[in-house]
């Protein structure tokens, strides 16, 4: 019998409900590699060990006096949140070490709806700062790396959770995803990403974020796996039904590389991003999909506007005035200027934004799904963004380098094909379809975006599984 990490999120869920393995012993197992393995993947901030030994013998109990037939969904599950999600009890840091870290009172709605469905947490993962950038760094704890090469990044926000589950450290793991921040991790590390259509994810609403950027969303190794999560995360959907059993039409899918980032930060995608691309293109035309090129046209505009919506919510944040200065440079950059913005440019910025979403909902709908690829670079170097020499652990505020603006640029190079998604609010799932390397586990891993109309989460997950994934 294979190892329960080696396992599938979906195998483990069925071992867990007809009692092949207790919750405590899957609890025991995950919590003993987390204990190997996070000193140097830095995939968890914190650890809830004695937590999640009694919430995992609360679900044996459960198990001994119900019997699988009246089990929730997720019964007895090893998972984890991200640091910028609270649990009852743990520590909330959101990455920073300018909050006082006080355990939350209360459980946020997407852990509630977690807990409700029967999982057993194992503690917070690594974050970067307020969840602002595409790396998962910070001055609270080391960086998440990349299980699949230690001196690479494990992308963020959402990259402790993708590095605990490429890594074997959890089963699989939700992520929130605001610019890319699911896709991009699930990227980096190898994984299947899916961000959900706005206001699907009833639990993923959050204050601060004026645009409706953020959803919640799956990170896991299959598309089976995402659609499991996804039946939890909407409640009375089919989504691993539509999986298992359902089979994609024949799509006309539109393939383009044009970037709304393009005209602020001119870049030129890296050869292994091309292929990557290629890849996708020959799996999506051997499963008999119609691929063509996408004339797709931007505003010029996007760059200001996005970074004004999607800074607004650290501008508004409640920090006092003495820490300020314990803040990374580029968030406190972005909040002196969110704050010095008038609200009249934010509602300027929210405007233009509606507007980006109608004309690029018009010119994605000459298709069934967009195609891209998920990012323009390799996974980067830990302290690579930062320009913190070769990623080093932890770095005081004195000696953290400050080129914010910098930063930023890298980061939207990086990336240039993720934020527009979230501004449109249309699902987009990342597939692990290239590495580096030549073959599957090989050097690093690159992949694909799929970008659908609303309420085309089970079609993506269809495709996905398809080109078996």
Known sequence: MAELHELSALALRDLLRNGTVSATDAAAHFLARIDRQNPLLGAFITVTAEQAMEQARAADALHARAGSGHLPPLHGMPLAFKDLTDVAGVVT?????????????????????????GVVSLGKTQVPEFGLTAYSENRVAPPSRNPHAPSRSSGGSSGGSAAAVAAGLLPFAPGTDGGGSVRIPAAACGLVGLKPGRGLVAAGESAGDPARLVVPGPLARNAEDAALMMDVLVPGNQYLRAVQQGKPPRLRIGVTLESPWSAAFPFTPERDALDALHAGEALLEHAGHSLSDAAIRYDNRYPDAFT??????????????????????????????????????????????????????????????MLMSALAQTPRPVGWFTGTAHGTERWPSAQWPGDADGDYRKQCEFAPWSSMVNVCGLPAIALPVHWTGGAPGSGLPMGIQLVGPMGSEALLLQVAHQLGC
């Open 93 to 117: 840091t959101h990455g920073s070490a300018a909050l006082d870290h006080k355990p939350a009172p209360t459980d946020a709605p997407l852990v509630s709806l977690f807990k409700e469905a």
């Open 308 to 369: 004004t919506a999607w800074t607004a919510g650290v501008g508004a944040a409640r920090i006092t005035p003495s820490r300020e200065a314990l803040l990374a440079p580029l968030t406190r950059t972005f909040r002196r200027r969110a704050q010095q913005r008038s609200p009249s440019k934010l509602a300027e910025a929210l405007a233009f934004l509606r507007q980006f979403q109608h004309d690029t909902l018009v010119q994605y709908g000459q298709w069934d799904l």
